[in-house]
């Protein structure tokens, strides 16, 4: 059964860092297409960052130039480099793998910028 399981959340200040990480366990397959996603209170969940099987990444606006999406494919990890955070990034994060034909979603974390 294919589970992926966040991590590196927390509060921060703005203008700190953070680095998610997305570990994804019970795939017969090493590389697939990832994603990173948010939702805040009371807003929709939106596209932050996704990557696809061969590296090409792409980035929602609000965070070009401050987010890097990466992978470790030997490791089965994907992540998530925050960079300059502001309060407006705060919000639920969640990953996503598409494996075969089935998308897997992560449980999400948690990050909370403070101004």
């Known amino acids: 059964q294919v589970q992926l399981v966040e991590s590196g959340g927390g509060l921060v200040q703005a203008g700190e860092s953070l680095k998610l990480s997305c570990a994804v366990s019970?795939?017969?397959?090493?590389?697939?297409?990832m994603g990173w996603y948010r939702q805040a209170p009371g807003k929709q969940r939106e596209v932050v960052a996704t990557i696809t099987s061969v590296g090409s990444t792409n980035y929602a606006d609000s965070v070009k130039d401050r987010f890097t999406i990466s992978r470790d494919n030997a490791k089965n990890t994907g992540y998530l480099q925050m960079n300059s955070l502001k309060p407006e990034d705060t919000a639920v994060y969640f990953c996503?793998?598409?494996?075969?034909?089935?998308?897997?979603w992560g449980q999400g974390t948690q990050v909370t910028v403070s101004s």
């Open positions: 019970g795939s017969t397959f090493s590389i697939y297409p």
């Open positions: 996503n793998a598409l494996i075969g034909t089935r998308l897997f």
